[in-house]
Structure formats: C-alpha cells, structure tokens
C-alpha cells in the first residue's frame, strides 16, 4: 500500500476551479495504475477567500499547506480587485504572502513542444523533434526586491554583485543543477554582456557548485546568443538558468515555441512545500467558464509529479496523452494555430483523459 501524498488543492479564482476539477480527476485515475495515493486538502485563496473570510490568503491556508506534500494553485485575481483595492488583495501580493511562506526562491517555467520542424533561422533540417526545456530564475534577489505591500518594484535587470548575495546564487544553482541532474543533464547560464563583474561571480559559483554535479555539463551565454537559440535551435536546451529579469526575457521569447500560453505549466521551488500552477491567469469574468485550456494545469500537475514525488512514468502518461490529442488536430480558442479542430475546454480535458485510460489499458511499469 503506496504512502499517501497530501496535496493542498487551491482553486483560486475564476477558471481556477474549472481547470482544478479537471486536474484531481487526472490524479485520481493515475492512483491504481501506478501505485499512488493522494489525499486531497482544498484550501481557500484569492478573492473568493476575501468574500469568505475577510483575508485573500487565510491563516488556515498557510497552514494546511505547510503540512502538505505539494501545492497546486489554479488562479488568483478575479474582477475588480485584480488592479485596484487593497493591496493585499492584488494577486501578485497574494502570490509574493504564498510563496515567501514556503520560502520558494526558484521559479521554473517549462517549454514543451513536440513533433517540431526546425523552420526559422535558415534551419535545413526536415525531420521533426520535441522541444523540452525549463527557464530557471531567481525570485528573490535582483528583480523582485520591492517591500512595500502595494508593489513589487522592477529594482533591476542585471547581474550586478550588489543586487545579489552569493548565498542566494548558491542555493539557486543547486536547484537548477539538481533539476538538470535528473533530466538530460545540460545547464546554460544566460547573462547579460553588460554585467561582466556579476558574470564572473554568476560563474565562479556555479563552477563551485556544479563539482557535486560532474555528470552535468556547463556553459554560459549571453542574452542575444540564446536568443538566437531559441530561434534557430532550441531543441539543445536543457535548463537554462538567469537571474529574474533576463528570465522574464528568456520566457517571453520561448513563448514562440508554443502554441499558447494555455499550455505552460510553472513551479516555485525552494526549501519549503513546492507550488505547481498554470502560467495563465483566473480570467476577467465569470462567464468565461469553459474558454480556458486545461493543459497548462495538466501540465503542472506533471510538474509536481516530476519534481515532488519523482514519479516520472505518471507524468510523462499526462504528457504524452497531451501530445497524442494535439496531434490529432485538436485545439482551444487560445491556441496561436488556427488550424486544426476546435473544441470547448471541457471536451479537451475529456480527450485527454480517454487517451490516458486508453494507454492505461496497457502492461504499465511503476516508478
């Protein structure tokens, strides 16, 4: 009899609870197929929280996730409180009380995209391949390092020494490079040619840090030359590790690479209970019920499964379901294509979840 994994269950706000269902009901088919058990906590956070108790993020909240396994958070900012109000009810401010309290410091961001022709940058290549990367950045130091409650200040956009402590360079690295550690073992620090002190620091560390990981294989760019990656060929990628602010940049271009924002999955990790959460948000309004894709929670949920319970059969069930039904043609309003046949969130979440019970009907192997 498997351990029980205790999830803290966020709908949140707007679709929130929409893409939520959908992703407990992918968990629980995956329990008996690779011996999992999961005992699922829901918690109240966001504006829905604020009607309810007064607070967007209650203490009872804090609590049930400190003593949980993992967090998944559906959405957080709904209506008016999304751009005015009180500052605690803003959703960057509810996500900054979230994560400070696990004392998340690294944000994951995954790319995937299979079945890829190389097409830009005069790439000759005709045979397709999978894209598969994470961007990796700081949360702490550098961008984000505004107290007041009402903001968090774009302070920089450098590598500078001053705006970062080597402690927080340390730990990041080490999680980046005990991600790389289990994926394909590639790690590219992206920097800024602006910054050469702050490089060479960003560097030494690494190196440093990177003796406890020798199967992991190192180099460094700038920002210009992985952008020319990303465009020419982004299939090398591994994880890509920056500070905030050249990460913000790194993900808007990666944003190419996909076919929509409905799609990508994120984490905040650090030394506390890691937070998995779609890259979208809750949605303006109430009668958007049904428009948002599914995927990028689906996607999360593979993420935790990843990289909190380490169980990568179940994940890569999630992700190659997801494949097989976009390469039938299926697609949601948000996808980029417009090709291809389109379908209400619902019915994706149902094509997902009948090829995974298909797949399932096969000789399975627990891990």
């Known amino acids: 009899?498997?351990?029980?994994?205790?999830?803290?269950?966020?709908?949140?706000?707007?679709?929130?609870?929409?893409?939520?269902?959908?992703?407990?009901?992918?968990?629980?088919?995956?329990?008996?197929?690779?011996?999992?058990?999961?005992?699922?906590?829901?918690?109240?956070?966001g504006d829905v929280a604020r009607k309810k108790t007064g607070k967007a993020i209650p203490e009872e909240t804090l609590k049930e996730c400190a003593k949980a396994d993992a967090i998944l958070l559906g959405a957080v900012g709904c209506g008016d409180n999304k751009e005015?109000?009180?500052?605690?009810?803003?959703?960057?401010t509810v996500l900054r009380q979230l994560r400070t309290a696990q004392d998340?410091?690294?944000?994951?961001?995954?790319?995937?995209?299979?079945?890829?022709?190389?097409?830009r940058g005069g790439i000759q290549d005709t045979a397709v391949r999978h894209?598969?990367?994470?961007?990796?950045?700081?949360?702490r130091d550098g961008l984000y390092i505004g107290e007041e409650d009402d903001q968090l200040e774009l302070q920089a956009n450098s590598m500078d020494d001053e705006l970062f402590s080597e402690d927080e360079i340390a730990r990041l690295a080490r999680k980046a490079?005990?991600?790389?550690?289990?994926?394909?073992?590639?790690?590219t620090?992206?920097?800024?040619?602006?910054?050469?002190?702050?490089?060479?620091?960003?560097?030494?560390?690494?190196?440093?840090?990177?003796?406890?990981?020798?199967?992991?294989?190192?180099?460094?760019?700038?920002m210009n030359e992985c952008f020319k990656l990303l465009d020419n060929d982004p299939f090398d990628l591994d994880v890509?590790?920056?500070?905030s602010g050249f990460g913000n940049g790194v993900n808007h271009a990666a944003r190419a690479l996909v076919a929509s924002d409905g799609v990508l999955a994120s984490a905040c990790l650090g030394d506390g209970v890691s937070i998995y959460q779609p890259v979208h948000g809750a949605g303006e309004l109430a009668e958007e019920i049904n428009w948002i894709n599914p995927i990028a929670m689906m996607n999360s949920v593979a993420l935790m499964l990843h990289y909190s319970f380490h169980r990568s059969l179940a994940a890569q069930n999630i992700e190659e379901a997801i494949t097989a039904v976009l390469a039938r043609g299926y697609r949601t309003e948000d996808f980029?294509?417009?090709?291809?046949?389109?379908?209400?969130?619902?019915?994706?979440?149902?094509?997902?979840?009948?090829?995974?019970?298909?797949?399932?009907?096969?000789?399975?192997?627990?891990?």
């Open 240 to 243: 890509v590790l920056t500070e």
């Open 177 to 187: 490079l005990q991600l790389a550690k289990i994926r394909k073992r590639k790690m």
């Open 104 to 119: 998340a410091y690294c944000n994951l961001r995954s790319f995937q995209a299979a079945n890829v022709r190389p097409s």
């Open 336 to 367: 980029t294509d417009e090709n291809g046949i389109l379908i209400q969130a619902d019915e994706m979440a149902t094509h997902i979840m009948e090829e995974i019970s298909h797949c399932l009907q096969g000789p399975l192997m627990t891990a």
């Open 1 to 45: 009899m498997p351990s029980k994994k205790k999830i803290a269950v966020l709908p949140g706000d707007g679709v929130g609870p929409e893409i939520m269902e959908h992703s407990i009901k992918l968990l629980e088919a995956l329990q008996e197929p690779f011996d999992l058990a999961f005992e699922f906590k829901e918690c109240l956070i």
């Open 131 to 139: 894209i598969d990367f994470v961007v990796i950045r700081g949360m």
């Open 84 to 92: 005015q109000g009180a500052a605690d009810l803003r959703p960057q």
């Open 189 to 222: 620090l992206v920097y800024d040619k602006r910054s050469e002190d702050g490089l060479y620091n960003w560097k030494k560390i690494l190196e440093k840090e990177a003796e406890k990981f020798p199967q992991v294989k190192l180099r460094a760019m700038s």
